[in-house]
C-alpha cells in the first residue's frame, strides 16, 4: 500500500502541470503536447460555433416578419450559406473528437501522447488555414450563396468566392483526416498495459467508430471538391451539364462523404454521453458491447443511405427504396444506445448536476432528432418534406439537441480535469435549462411549419407562418444566451473556481486517475487499470478531498466493495 | 483485480530512451508498429482520394462506351509502357533500398533510393512529352477541346514543353551550383546531397529525350493516319473532317460521326445542346470528357510522384547522415510503402487509359 506522501505526490493538485510548465505563446504555437492542442482546437471552435451562430441569430431576425427583415435575399443566401459551411465544416465536425477527444484520448489509455503528435499539431493548424480559408470567402467580399452543399451546376455559375470556400474545406476535410489517423493508430498500438478494447470507456469506441469514417469517407469530398474547383476554373465536363457532365454525380458523391459526416458529428457525442450517464448514475453502463458495437454498426450503416438525401433528384425508383430500406436499419444501433442509457439509470444513484442535465437533455433532444428522420427516411413522407423546414429542425435536433449539448455536457464534465477547478453547478444548470428550452422553442415551431409546406431557404414567406417564425426566433435568442452563459461560467470557473481534486466525481476511467490539472506527461505514475465503469474501485480519501483507486487509499479507511468485481 | 506493486509506481524521472525513439513511446516496436499502421491508413485515404475519379471514369465508359473505345488512340501506348515498365523498376529499387535499411546499410540504400528518384523524375520527363504533345494537338479538357491535327518534325521542341521543363532547368543549375557550393565549405554530406537531387532533375530530362525519339518513331505511323483517313480510327476521322467542315464534301462522313453521337445520346445522359454543338460533332465533344478525366487521373498521379521524390529525398538525405540502423528504419519502410502504392495506381490507370479496346 502507497504511502501518504506517494498519494499527495500523484493526486494532489501540482505546481506545475501541463498548463504552465512552459510559457509564451511560442510554447503553445509549437507545442506537440495533445492536452495543448485540445485546448487550442477548443478555443478555435468556440470562435467558429460564435461566428456561425451570430450569422444564425441574423436570420432569425430577418424572418421576424414575414416579408422578410434588414437583409437583401442575396445577403440572405449568403448568411445561411456561412451558418451551414462553418458550423459545419469548422464547429461540429471538429468540436467533440478533435477538442474533448484529444485532450482525454491519450489519457483514457494512459498514454503520454497520440501517436503521432506532429500530425495532430498540423491537423490544428490546417483546421485554421481551411477556416481562414472560408472566412476569406466573406471578408474578400465575394461572400458564398451555395448552401453548404455546394450543388452543381449553381455552384459553377454563380459570382460567388465558390473556389475560396471550396478549398477552405478541402483543407479541413486534411485536418480532420490527421485527427482520425491519429487516434486509430493511437488507440490500436499505445493502450495501457493490459487494457483490452473491452476495457476501454466507451467515448474510445465512438471516437475510434468516428476515425474510421474519417479515414474513409473524407478523402472522397476532398477529390470531389478538387474535381469542383477543377470545374470552376477549366471547365472539364465532369460536373457541368453545359459540357456534357453529370450534376446528379456531384449530389452522390457529396453525400457519400456528408451522410457518413453527421455521424462523424453524431458518434462522439453518443460517446460522451455514454461516460456521463454511467458515471453520474454511479452505475456500470448497461449493455457495454451492445453500445460499443452499435458504435461500429452506425459507422458501417453510414456509408450504405447517401442516396436518401437525393430522394428527389432523379435516382431510379429501385435505388431509392434500397437507400430507404437501408436508413431504416440505422434506427436500429441508435435505439440501443438509447435504450441502454435510459436502463443505465434505472436504479442508479443519479447526481442532477450540470453535465448530467445536458446528458439528459441530450437523450430527449436526440431521440426525437432520430425519430423524426424516420419521416424523412420514408419515401411518401419525403416527398412532401423535402426541403421544407421539417428538414430543417430534424438535423438541428440532431447537430445542436445532440452534439452541441453533448459537447456542452463533456466541457462541464471533464472541465475540472482540464483546468483543475470547479464551475458554479447551479449557474451550469441554469444554461442548461436555458440551452434546452431555447431549443426547443427554436425548433418545435419549424417542425410543424415544415410539415405545412414551409421551405427552407426563402427569405420571405406567407403570413400564415408568422407566428411560427416568431417563437422560432425567441426560441433562437434564449439558445443563443443559453450557450453564452454556459460557456461564461466555465471561463469564470477556468481563473477564478475552487480549486477541485484529482476525482471529484468519482469516475473510474483511467484520465480521473491524473491530478487535475494533468502533469504534462500526464501521468507521474503508472495508471492503475480497472473496468472503467466499476465504480466501487475508487475510494474517498479524506486528506485529498477527491477519489482515488481503492489499492493506493490508505488500507486503515478502504470500504470493503459492495459488490463482486465482474470479469 | 491484478496486484498492483504500489511501491514502484511512480514512473522514474529521466527515462533513457534511445536518441531515436519518441518520448511518448515505450520502445522501438511500439513506434514502428504506430508508423506501420499509420502508414497503411493513410494509404487506404489516398485509395479513396483516387476513387472518385475512378468512378467518375467508370460511369462514363458506361454512358459512352464508344467514346473511350476511340479516345485511347490519342494515347501513345508506347510511352505508356515505357512509363509503366520504369515504374515497376522503381519499385523494386525501392524495396532493395528498404532492404539495405534493414541491414543498416545507409550506402547502399541511399543509392538505390537515388535510382528510386531518377525513374520517378524520368517518368515525369515522359509524361511531359505526352501532355505536350497532345496540347500541341489542341487536346485538352473539355471546354478547351479543339482538335487540330497536324505532323510535327521529329525532335520538335513544343512551346508547352519549354514552359514544363523551365522549373525542372532552374531546379537543375540550382541543385549543381548548392553542391559545388557545399563542396567548397566541405559540408560533404549535403554536397552529396545536393548533387543527388541534381541528378534526379537529370533524370526528367532523359525522360524527355526518351520520349522524344519514341515520337520521332511513332511520327511516321500518325502521318499515314492523317493522310488516308480511312485508316484512321473513327474518332480521328471525326474529328478531322469537322475541322474542314466548310467543304460541303465531307457531308457524307460527317453524318456518319452524328450517327455515333446519337447513339451515345440514346444512353441517356442529359447533353447540353449548347453552343459547343456548332464547334465540334458530339462525339468529339465526348472526346473532350475523355481528356478531362485523364488529365485529371494522370495530374493527380504526377502530384503524387513529385510528392513521392520529396518524401524519397528526405530518405536519401538521412542515409547520408547514416540514420538508419536494423533497430530504426521505419520512415524508408512507410515512403516505400507509399512509392509502391503510387506504382500500383499507375498499373491501373495504364490499362484503363491506354489499352482499351
Not at chain 1, 262 to 287: C, D, H, N, T, W
Not at chain 1, 360 to 386: E, M, Q
Not at chain 1, 477 to 484: A, D, T, V
Request: proline letters at 5%.
Amino acid at each position: 500500500m502507497a504511502s501518504a506522501e506517494i498519494r499527495n505526490k500523484i493526486f494532489d493538485t501540482p505546481e506545475t502541470n501541463y498548463l504552465n510548465h512552459t510559457r509564451g505563446w511560442k510554447s503553445w504555437a509549437f507545442t506537440l503536447d495533445h492536452k495543448r492542442i485540445g485546448v487550442m482546437y477548443l478555443i478555435g471552435v468556440t470562435i467558429a460555433l460564435f461566428l456561425a451562430g451570430a450569422f444564425a441569430l441574423v436570420l432569425r431576425w430577418h424572418l421576424f416578419w414575414f416579408e422578410g427583415g434588414f437583409l437583401s435575399n442575396e445577403m440572405y443566401n449568403q448568411m445561411f450559406t456561412l451558418h451551414g459551411a462553418i458550423m459545419v465544416f469548422s464547429f461540429i465536425i471538429p468540436s467533440v473528437p478533435a477538442a474533448l477527444g484529444n485532450f482525454v484520448l491519450p489519457m483514457m489509455i494512459g498514454a503520454k501522447d497520440v501517436a503521432f503528435p506532429r500530425m495532430n499539431l498540423m491537423s490544428f493548424y490546417l483546421w485554421i488555414a481551411g477556416t481562414c480559408c472560408l472566412a476569406a470567402a466573406i471578408l474578400s467580399g465575394y461572400g458564398l450563396d451555395t448552401g453548404w452543399t455546394f450543388y452543381t451546376p449553381y455552384s459553377i455559375e454563380t459570382s460567388t468566392g465558390v473556389i475560396f470556400a471550396t478549398f477552405g474545406a478541402f483543407i479541413l476535410g486534411f485536418s480532420s483526416i490527421f485527427t482520425g489517423l491519429n487516434f486509430l493508430v493511437t488507440v490500436n498500438t499505445m493502450r495501457a498495459p493490459g487494457q483490452s478494447w473491452f476495457k476501454l470507456p466507451l467515448f474510445l469506441w465512438s471516437l475510434y467508430a468516428t476515425s474510421i469514417i474519417q479515414i474513409l469517407a473524407t478523402p472522397v469530398l476532398g477529390i470531389t471538391l478538387l474535381m469542383l474547383i477543377a470545374e470552376r476554373t477549366m471547365h472539364i465536363g465532369i460536373f457541368d451539364p453545359k459540357y456534357g457532365g453529370d450534376p446528379v454525380l456531384f449530389q452522390h458523391f457529396f453525400w457519400f462523404y456528408s451522410h457518413p459526416a453527421v455521424y462523424i458529428m453524431i458518434l462522439p457525442a453518443m460517446g460522451v454521453i455514454s461516460e456521463l450517464i454511467s458515471v453520474y448514475s454511479q452505475k456500470r453502463i448497461f449493455g457495454y458491447s451492445f453500445i460499443a458495437f452499435s458504435s461500429v454498426a452506425i459507422a458501417l450503416l453510414g456509408f450504405l443511405v447517401w442516396g436518401h438525401h437525393m430522394f428527389t433528384s432523379g435516382q431510379s425508383p429501385m435505388v431509392t427504396l434500397i437507400f430507404s430500406a437501408i436508413t431504416f436499419t440505422v434506427a436500429i444501433p441508435s435505439a440501443v444506445k438509447v435504450f441502454n442509457w435510459l436502463a443505465t439509470l434505472y436504479k442508479g444513484s443519479i447526481l442532477l448536476n450540470t453535465p448530467m442535465c445536458y446528458a439528459l437533455s441530450f437523450i430527449f433532444l436526440f431521440g426525437i432528432g432520430g425519430l423524426t428522420g424516420l419521416f424523412l427516411g420514408a419515401l411518401s413522407t419525403d416527398i412532401h418534406l423535402h426541403d421544407t423546414y421539417f428538414v430543417v429542425a430534424h438535423f438541428h435536433f440532431v447537430m445542436v439537441g445532440g452534439t452541441l449539448t453533448a459537447l456542452l455536457g463533456g466541457l462541464f464534465h471533464w472541465w475540472p480535469k482540464m483546468f483543475g477547478r470547479m464551475y458554479n453547478d447551479m449557474l451550469g444548470r441554469i444554461s442548461c435549462f436555458l440551452v434546452f428550452a431555447g431549443f426547443n422553442l427554436t425548433f418545435f415551431p419549424q417542425f410543424v411549419m415544415g410539415s405545412r409546406g414551409m421551405p427552407r431557404r426563402y427569405a420571405s414567406y406567407d403570413p400564415e407562418f408568422q407566428i411560427f417564425h416568431q417563437w422560432s426566433t425567441f426560441g433562437a435568442s434564449i439558445l443563443g444566451f443559453g450557450i453564452l452563459m454556459s460557456f461564461g461560467v466555465l471561463l469564470y470557473a477556468a481563473f477564478y473556481g475552487k480549486r477541485c481534486g484529482a476525482n471529484p466525481f468519482k469516475a473510474a476511467s483511467l484520465e480521473w486517475q491524473s491530478s487535475s490539472p494533468p502533469d504534462f506527461h500526464n501521468f507521474i505514475h503508472k495508471p492503475i487499470l480497472h473496468d472503467p465503469y466499476d465504480f466501487d474501485s475508487q475510494v474517498y480519501d479524506k486528506d485529498l478531498d477527491t477519489y482515488i483507486p481503492r489499492e493506493l487509499a490508505d488500507p486503515k479507511t478502504v470500504p470493503p466493495r459492495r459488490e463482486p468485481v465482474h470479469h | 483485480m491484478a496486484v498492483v506493486d504500489t511501491d514502484n509506481i511512480l514512473e522514474e524521472e529521466h527515462h533513457h530512451h534511445e536518441p531515436f525513439i519518441a518520448h511518448h513511446f515505450d520502445d522501438a516496436e511500439q513506434q514502428f508498429d504506430s508508423g506501420k499502421l499509420g502508414i497503411w491508413l493513410f494509404l487506404v485515404t489516398e485509395i479513396l482520394f483516387f476513387s472518385g475519379l475512378f468512378v467518375a471514369y467508370t460511369l462514363y465508359r458506361i454512358h459512352h462506351p464508344e467514346i473511350f473505345e476511340q479516345a485511347h488512340h490519342f494515347l501513345d501506348k508506347r510511352l505508356g509502357a515505357l512509363n509503366t515498365i520504369v515504374l515497376l523498376f522503381s519499385s523494386l529499387t525501392m524495396a532493395l533500398g528498404v532492404h539495405a535499411a534493414q541491414n543498416g546499410d545507409n550506402k547502399k540504400c541511399g543509392l538505390y533510393v537515388l535510382i528510386t528518384m531518377v525513374c520517378a523524375a524520368m517518368f515525369l520527363g515522359v509524361k511531359a512529352i505526352e501532355y505536350s504533345h497532345k496540347w500541341d494537338l489542341g487536346i485538352f479538357v473539355r471546354s478547351e477541346f479543339s482538335y487540330h491535327p497536324h505532323t510535327a518534325e521529329p525532335f520538335h521542341v513544343s512551346p508547352y514543353l519549354i514552359k514544363l521543363s523551365v522549373i525542372p532547368v532552374l531546379l537543375l543549375v540550382g541543385f549543381i551550383a548548392a553542391s559545388f557550393f557545399a563542396r567548397a565549405s566541405s559540408k560533404v554530406a549535403l554536397s552529396k546531397f545536393m548533387g543527388g537531387l541534381a541528378i534526379t532533375v537529370g533524370g526528367y530530362f532523359v525522360g524527355v529525350l526518351i520520349g522524344m525519339t519514341f515520337m520521332a518513331l511513332t511520327a511516321e505511323n500518325e502521318h499515314a493516319q492523317l493522310e488516308s483517313p480511312s485508316q484512321a480510327p473513327l474518332v480521328l476521322r471525326a474529328l478531322t473532317l469537322d475541322d474542314d467542315k466548310h467543304d460541303d464534301g465531307h457531308a457524307d462522313a460527317d453524318g456518319d460521326a452524328h450517327a455515333d453521337g446519337d447513339h451515345s445520346h440514346a444512353d441517356g445522359e442529359d447533353h447540353a445542346h449548347g453552343d459547343s454543338h456548332a464547334k465540334s460533332p458530339d462525339l468529339g465533344r465526348d472526346v473532350g470528357i475523355f481528356f478531362s478525366i485523364y488529365y485529371c487521373m494522370t495530374g493527380l498521379h504526377a502530384i503524387h510522384i513529385i510528392a513521392g521524390i520529396v518524401a524519397l529525398a528526405w530518405i536519401y538525405w538521412r542515409c547520408l547522415v547514416v540514420h538508419w540502423r536494423p533497430d530504426y528504419f521505419g520512415p524508408v519502410d512507410y515512403v516505400g510503402l507509399y512509392w509502391h502504392l503510387v506504382d500500383l495506381i499507375w498499373i491501373y490507370l495504364f490499362p484503363l487509359l491506354y489499352l482499351i479496346d
